[in-house]
């Protein structure tokens, strides 16, 4: 699987982006899709995932302002990010599961900044 990242940029504090995961398999082979970020200086950590059966998991500090969506005919995940704040500023990795095995997208930067 391959995944492209798209989406990322500069945006004011209170202000929305939409990240864009393509997947060159289709989708629905894959067990579930995610997204990840890392802030400079830390640790990748989880921010949300939709399973195949669409079942969606997100993490506390974004829960309420992001929505992970997928387009089964596109074969694309989406993260609808709104009310971004300084503290999301990082790069945002999305990540397919086809178990045992997970498959990495290369990033994409996401700056929220006035």
């Known amino acids: 699987v391959q995944l492209q990242a798209s989406g990322g940029g500069l945006v004011q504090p209170g202000g929305s982006l939409r990240l864009s995961c393509a997947a060159s398999?289709?989708?629905?082979?894959?067990?579930?899709m995610s997204w990840y970020r890392q802030a400079p200086g830390k640790q990748r950590g989880f921010v949300a995932s939709?399973?195949?059966?669409?079942?969606?998991i997100y993490a506390d500090s974004v829960k309420g302002r992001f929505t992970i969506s997928r387009d089964n005919a596109k074969n694309t995940v989406y993260l609808q990010m709104n009310s971004l704040e300084p503290e999301d500023t990082a790069v945002y990795y999305c990540?397919?599961?086809?178990?045992?095995?997970?498959?990495w997208g290369q990033g994409t930067l996401v700056t929220v900044s006035s």
């Open positions: 939709i399973s195949s059966g669409g079942a969606t």
């Open positions: 398999n289709m989708i629905f082979s894959i067990d579930a």
């Open positions: 990540k397919a599961v086809i178990k045992p095995y997970d498959y």
